[in-house]
């Protein structure tokens, strides 16, 4: 399975962007980007995810390197329920999500 | 109308006995999964069936039994409880197998003492 590399935790102010970055140097042709969160208490949502361009959602952007190989989640204004686990995941179309440590965004209002 | 429901939503248990959670959808959705989320909070898959067949199952001790009467519902048996099952486990689903957007439910947290 694909590796990912996020940081163990961020911070933010609400009503601020915040952009949440992913590193996945190796990932493969096939693997999409895909990011879930985890709020207290919560099983995980589903968030948004990518193969190679940019995405936009209702809850968030997705931007992609062109090289693929880094990619950020962009929360627009962040909100106080929006204090969760991030992860950022690499899976092919069928096969199983395997979640990493993700980072914890705490939003200070 | 919650889309993904567990049963019991929380479960404490004596090592040794044998215990069941339930799972069930109303998203339509063709394949459902179980995930264990331990104490250091790593979320790892454990089994997904897919129209009620099975098509993942991870290196699980075999006291752990998945049944799925039909697509709508997997439930998870577990004999023979031991300390090391204490966790939460959460089953979710997803249109197709592997397919983006799976929905979780809000967990079962099972306490084995």
């Known amino acids: 399975d694909a590796k990912t590399t996020q940081p163990n935790s961020m911070e933010s102010n609400e009503e601020e962007p915040v952009h949440l970055p992913c590193n996945h140097s190796t990932i493969s042709g096939t693997d999409y980007i895909h990011w879930y969160r985890q709020l207290p208490s919560q099983g995980p949502e589903y968030v948004i995810h990518?193969?190679?361009s940019n995405v936009n959602n209702r809850m968030a952007s997705l931007a992609i390197a062109e090289d693929r190989k880094s990619s950020t989640l962009i929360l627009h204004r962040a909100t106080l329920r929006d204090a969760a686990v991030y992860y950022c995941?690499?899976?092919?179309?069928?096969?199983?999500?395997?979640f990493g440590a993700g980072t914890i965004l705490r939003v200070k209002s | 109308d919650t889309a993904v429901s567990q049963t019991p939503k929380y479960l404490v248990t004596q090592m040794g006995n044998d215990k069941s959670i339930k799972c069930e959808q109303n998203?339509?959705?063709?394949?459902m999964y179980w995930y264990k989320q331990d104490s250091k909070k790593f979320l790892k898959i454990m089994f997904s069936y897919n129209n009620k067949e099975l098509i993942i199952n991870e290196t699980v001790p075999n006291r752990f039994s998945p049944k799925s009467p039909d697509k709508a519902h997997l439930n998870l048996h577990i004999n023979s409880l031991e300390l090391g099952d204490s966790a939460v486990y959460f089953c979710?689903?997803?249109?197709?197998?592997?397919?983006?957007?799976?929905?979780f439910g809000s967990g079962t947290r099972l306490t084995v003492v």
């Open positions: 990518g193969l190679t």
């Open positions: 979710a689903s997803s249109r197709s197998h592997g397919l983006p957007g799976y929905t």
């Open positions: 995941i690499l899976g092919e179309y069928g096969n199983k999500l395997v």
């Open positions: 998203l339509g959705h063709d394949t």
